[in-house]
Antibody, heavy 120, light 107 residues
Framework: EVQLLESGGGLVQPGGSLRLSCAASGFTFRSYTMNWVRQAPGKGLEWVSSILGETDSKWYVDSVKGRFTISRDYSKNTLYLQLDSLRAEDTAIYYC?????????????WGQGTLVTVSS | EIVLTQSPATLSLSPGERATLSCRASQSVTTKLAWYQQKPGQAPRLLIYDASTRATGIPARFSATGSGTDFTLTISSLEPEDFAVYYCQHRANWPLTFGGGTKVEIK
């Protein structure tokens, strides 16, 4: 059974930093594209970033380029998202998401989400 | 960036009725489109991918068609558990984007 367990969310001031983690199990972690998708309170879904399996190519939505960094640790089967220079508009639930097959960006397994609140 | 526009924003229907949801892309995504269902307090669930392929465990009352820029999700006969928000998402290129969602509510 696929399991994705996020952690690291919390309250942070504007301009601050957080690192989100996602512990993955139940599948061949290195083979799959892993992703972060966020949802602001009461709003829709927004894709944030992806890291492709095997190649580790990285992609970001424009609004987070230069501020967020996606990475993965194959020895720990863990996905990360480093959030720097945080803004109020980054407030959201951040979901760790696995793709349905390694190179097709459809999201078939989701974590429970971790809430990031950016406020002074 | 490909913009996905979903309509209507809200669909008010009764159990047993047919629901028809639309997703329109600002440029062709061929058949690289998925549909998700999200209930309050839950993560989204993948329903459909490649425009018309049901994901594992998705009931046959969910079907979808479309290619290019126009896509439709149909729920043939609404069950009580189908009242939720539905999103479309493309994977044609980067950045990936989602539509704004259609809320299917009980009339």
């Amino acid at each position: 059974e696929v399991q994705l367990l996020e952690s690291g969310g919390g309250l942070v001031q504007p301009g601050g930093s957080l690192r989100l983690s996602c512990a993955a199990s139940g599948f061949t972690f290195r083979s799959y594209t892993m992703n972060w998708v966020r949802q602001a309170p009461g709003k829709g879904l927004e894709w944030v970033s992806s890291i492709l399996g095997e190649t580790d190519s990285k992609w970001y939505v424009d609004s987070v380029k230069g501020r967020f960094t996606i990475s993965r640790d194959y020895s720990k089967n863990t996905l990360y998202l480093q959030l720097d220079s945080l803004r109020a508009e980054d407030t959201a639930i951040y979901y760790c998401v696995k793709t349905i097959v390694p190179l097709q960006a459809y999201f078939d397994s989701w974590g429970q989400g971790t809430l990031v609140t950016v406020s002074s | 960036e490909i913009v996905l526009t979903q309509s209507p924003a809200t669909l008010s229907l009764s159990p047993g009725e047919r629901a028809t949801l639309s997703c329109r892309a600002s440029q062709s995504v061929t058949t690289k489109l998925a549909w998700y269902q999200q209930k309050p307090g839950q993560a989204p669930r993948l329903l459909i991918y490649d425009a018309s392929t049901r994901a594992t465990g998705i009931p046959a009352r969910f079907s979808a068609t479309g290619s290019g820029t126009d896509f439709t999700l149909t729920i043939s006969s609404l069950e009580p558990e189908d009242f939720a928000v539905y999103y479309c998402q493309h994977r044609a290129n980067w950045p990936l984007t989602f539509g704004g969602g259609t809320k299917v509510e009980i009339k």
